[in-house]
Structures are given as structure tokens and as C-alpha cells.
């Protein structure tokens, strides 16, 4: 017998409630977020911090000039050009333009890459695309202008045509020429057996870093090993890495530094552990997970490759896409306090950690191990 019309009323209006808490949360504050940015930054003159250094990279290599010129000047937010030729070779068009509006461009360019990389990783489902928008360090790589979020669509396609050699080495190997960071997907390439793309990005990297820095005459490339490594002087103290946190609780640097490269170890050892059991989605996931991990210089825009994480993971709305926005804590891209540091690392593993459930526990109800996953769409093609 039909309950009384006020509790079927109440029953249908429950789901409608949901429906449009969904719209206003996962969709329009998104938005007003991204919007509010834009603003933001235009009226504090911080559009596109980071893009600073490509800009004017790149005015040096039309002059003519070394863009390494100020090699001996290393500052947080200045001094010398701290990335391969590259990124400065492809910021020469945005010369043309101011570089207010240059970056309100890349910006934008940002917010679509983090929008590509989803769509990449086969999420469908509108409301983890909102939810992004919402991740503080997706926020934080979209203001500050550089390249995470490019590193992040590349590691993307490095997953989705896993099985076609050029396709994954080439997104490996580009991301290797911008930034030496993501490595350990080469690890992950040769523990899945995948030993062509291996050494095909490794040889694609080579190639274009050789060939961009030929473009501007070889110029700063010797000394590039030192300018590194005193950037990692300048600017390691304020970063987000286990290293960091063991200072602040008050260990020897060396002990620190041990068990910080320790644990980014162990992460690359489940790389291949994991890999070689045949599991490479969550081998994958380690990997993006060591990369972090191991690289001295860590600031909140870095995080933005957990997108990669979560999606790769769980392509659906579940609990894993809203833990990142626990690192609404931390302050951005400096001088974080010991608990900001914890904390944001704390976000991170738990991250990665969800994750890895959320992998396991799909393949599990699709009566599979967790590495024998179907294959994709895309690998069948290949």
C-alpha cells in the first residue's frame, strides 16, 4: 500500500535536493573558483608568476643572448633561468604579446590542460571535472603559470596509449626535455616490459635536449648540473618533502635526508614489484607517486599530478577525488610552517593511498587481479 503523499513527496524530493546540490558544488562554484582567480591575479599583478622566466628566456634567445646569463643570480622568485631550453623555445610566440596577456593565455591554456588530462584518463563523469577545479594545488599550478600541469597531460597520454611505443615515449621522453622529474615513468615502462618506450624516451630526451640547446649554441649547458643544485640550496628549505619534515622534527640532515630518500625508494620499488606482477595501473600510480617523492624541490603546484593518481584510479566520483582538497591548509608555493608541511604530505600519501584501494577493489569486482584489468579501447587499436 502507497504511503501517505506527504512521504512520497519527501522521497522525491530527496534526490532532486542532491541533484542540485551537485550543480551548485561540483559545478557552478567551480567555476565562480576559476573566475574569482582570474580576477585575482589581474588586480594583484601575479598573472602567471611562474611564466616570468620563460618570458624572458625567451626575449634573450631572440636577442641573441644567453638566457642562462644571470647564472650566478639564483632567488626564489628570480634570477636565473632554471629550466632547459625548451620551455623557452616554446614561449617565443608569446613575445608578441604583452605579458599580462600572455598569461592570462596560459592561464587558460592551464585550466584546459587540466581539463584534457581527465578526458584523457576516460573520466566521464562531469562532476570529478568540477571537483579539479577545486584541488588547491590544481588552482595554485593554474596562478603561478608553469609547466605542471603540461607534465600532467603528457603523463596522461603516457597511460593511454601505454601499448603504442611512440605515442607513450614521445609524452615521456617531451616531459623529460622540460623538466627531469617524471624518470620514474621510465622505471615503470621497463618493469612493465615495455623496454622499447624505455629506451625511446630516453633517447627522445637526449635528442631534444641536444638539439634546443644547439638552437641557442650550447650556451649555459655546463654549468646547468651547478645552477640546479644551487637552486636546491636556495629554494629546498621551503618545500614540501619528507626531507623537510624530518629537519623540522629536528633529525640530522643526513638522517633526514636518508629517510627521505629511503621511502622514495621503497616507492620505486613497488614501481617494480607491482609491475611485475603484472599490476601496472597501480605500478603507475607509484610511479607519479615516486616522482614526487624523490624530487628535493616540492611546492603545492606539483600536487596537480594527482590528478593523474586519482583518475587513472577511479575514473567516477568517489572519495579519492575529494582529498586533495584537504590541502586547502598549506599556504602555496612558500615558506610553509612544520605542521603546513605535514599536513600537505599527509594529504598527498593519503592520496596516493585511496587510490590504490579504489584500483584494487575495481578490478576485484570485475573478477580480475588488480593488474589484469581489461585492456583499453585505445591498447586494443595498438
Not at 606482477?277 to 624530487?295: C, M, Q
Request: aromatic share 10%.
Amino acid at each position: 500500500m502507497a504511503g501517505p503523499p506527504s512521504s512520497v513527496g519527501h522521497e522525491r524530493s530527496g534526490p532532486r535536493v542532491l541533484w542540485l546540490a551537485s550543480i551548485a558544488f561540483l559545478g557552478v562554484v567551480p567555476v565562480l573558483a576559476v573566475i574569482a582567480l582570474f580576477v585575482a591575479t589581474l588586480q594583484d599583478d601575479s598573472v602567471a608568476i611562474d611564466l616570468g622566466q620563460f618570458y624572458k628566456a625567451a626575449e634573450a634567445i631572440l636577442r641573441g643572448d644567453n638566457p642562462y646569463r644571470d647564472l650566478e643570480v639564483v632567488t626564489e622568485w628570480g634570477g636565473a633561468y632554471p629550466y632547459p631550453p625548451l620551455p623557452a623555445l616554446t614561449a617565443i610566440p608569446l613575445t608578441v604579446l604583452s605579458f599580462q596577456t600572455a598569461g592570462v593565455l596560459v592561464m587558460a591554456s592551464l585550466v584546459a590542460a587540466a581539463l584534457a588530462t581527465l578526458w584523457a584518463l576516460d573520466v566521464r563523469d562531469w562532476r570529478c571535472y568540477g571537483l579539479a577545479l577545486l584541488w588547491p594545488p590544481v588552482l595554485s599550478a593554474v596562478q603561478t603559470g608553469n609547466v605542471t600541469l603540461w607534465l600532467a597531460l603528457a603523463a596522461a597520454l603516457a597511460w593511454r596509449y601505454r601499448d603504442r611505443i611512440a605515442a607513450t615515449a614521445g609524452s615521456v621522453g617531451v616531459t623529460l626535455a622540460v623538466k627531469f622529474f617524471l624518470w620514474p615513468l621510465v622505471v615503470w615502462q621497463a618493469a612493465t616490459r615495455r623496454y622499447a618506450s624505455a629506451v625511446l624516451s630516453c633517447v627522445i630526451a637526449a635528442g631534444m635536449l641536444l638539439l634546443s640547446w644547439a638552437v641557442i649554441g650550447f650556451a649555459g649547458m655546463t654549468d646547468y648540473p651547478d645552477l640546479v643544485r644551487r637552486l636546491e640550496e636556495v629554494v629546498g628549505e621551503d618545500s614540501y618533502t619528507l626531507y623537510i619534515v624530518g629537519l623540522d622534527l629536528g633529525l640530522p640532515s643526513a638522517l633526514a635526508r636518508s629517510i627521505w630518500l629511503g621511502a622514495g625508494l621503497g616507492l620505486l620499488a613497488g614501481v617494480v614489484l607491482l609491475a611485475r606482477r603484472g599490476d601496472e595501473r597501480r605500478s603507475f600510480v607509484l610511479a607519479i607517486a615516486a616522482a614526487l617523492a624523490l624530487t628535493p624541490i616540492v611546492w603545492l603546484h606539483y600536487f596537480a599530478l594527482l590528478l593523474v593518481v586519482v583518475a587513472v584510479a577511479q575514473p567516477r566520483l568517489g572519495f579519492p577525488w575529494f582529498v586533495p582538497l584537504a590541502m586547502v591548509v598549506t599556504p602555496g608555493s612558500g615558506h610553509p610552517s612544520p605542521f603546513e608541511t605535514a599536513a600537505t604530505l599527509t594529504v598527498a600519501a593519503l592520496t596516493v593511498a585511496v587510490a590504490l584501494r579504489a584500483a584494487g577493489a575495481a578490478a576485484r569486482s570485475a573478477g580480475t587481479r588488480p593488474g589484469l584489468v581489461p585492456p583499453s579501447t585505445h591498447a586494443r587499436r595498438a
